[in-house]
């Protein structure tokens, strides 16, 4: 089945402790993006990778590193938490440029990780 | 720079009555339109888009929505709800030109909340 997958789903930690969401997909998409879900805001975008060793920041990149070393796996990590940064995260993937419309927005997302700072 | 705006965060509704969930877009250049569905503790998925050709789209569920490039609009709609489509539902628009996920810009969400 293809499928992004986020772990963990729910996390509870506290200011300054280090955390990394792990994301994986298994459609061999190019291109994969964090998101930050927040009331009121919608979605705003972390980091994203175009392909594997190119990452790029988003809107909201600040307190959040990425890596890209290899094509399915996309990890987010948090160096020290606040507790700003208590929200629903959401890695989602994408075709790269390949093909008739190339990358046209359509993401595919996982199920999302739900993070609280103490 | 490209922005979204939904300009109700909340729509009530009771089961079989119709449904338009409006969104309006701001772009200085052509853009690809979407709507995704959040259902709730879940992900999102695509709805329907608007890549080209034929301003009206169908989509999954019995959604449909209306391009309309005079007024920047992107409304969804559905002649009759059923209690299952309660969801959070977002608007978003990518850059045509580029044609890249990177630049996908979501909306700040409408509830869609379904009562019998």
């Known amino acids: 089945e293809a499928q992004v997958t986020q772990n963990p789903r729910y996390l509870i930690t506290v200011t300054g402790k280090k955390l990394t969401v792990t994301c994986s997909q298994n459609m061999n998409h190019e291109y994969m993006s964090w998101y930050r879900q927040d009331p009121g805001l919608g979605l705003r975008q972390i980091y994203y990778s175009m392909n594997v060793e190119v990452t790029d920041k988003g809107d909201v990149p600040e307190g959040y590193k990425v890596s890209r070393k290899e094509k399915r796996n996309f990890p987010l990590i948090l160096e020290s938490p606040s507790p700003n940064q208590t929200s629903l995260y959401f890695c989602?993937?994408?075709?790269?440029?390949?093909?008739?419309?190339?990358?046209?927005?359509?993401?595919?997302f996982g199920e999302g990780s739900r993070l609280t700072v103490l | 720079a490209q922005s979204v705006t939904q300009l109700d965060s909340q729509v009530p509704v009771f089961e079989e009555a119709p449904v338009e969930l409006r969104c309006n877009y701001s772009s200085s250049v052509s853009v690809y339109l979407f709507w995704y569905v959040q259902y709730p503790n879940q992900g999102l998925q695509l709805l329907l888009k608007y890549l080209s050709g034929s301003t009206l789209v169908k989509g999954i569920n019995g959604f449909e929505a209306e391009f309309n490039k005079s007024q920047t609009s992107f409304h969804l709609r559905k002649p009759s709800v059923h209690i299952s489509d309660t969801a959070e539902y977002f608007c978003?628009?990518?850059?045509?030109?580029?044609?890249?996920?990177?630049?996908?810009?979501f909306g700040t969400g409408t509830r869609l909340q379904v009562t019998l």
């Open positions: 989602a993937s994408s075709l790269g440029s390949s093909g008739i419309w190339g990358n046209t927005g359509e993401l595919f």
């Open positions: 978003a628009v990518s850059d045509r030109n580029t044609g890249t996920a990177s630049k996908l810009t």
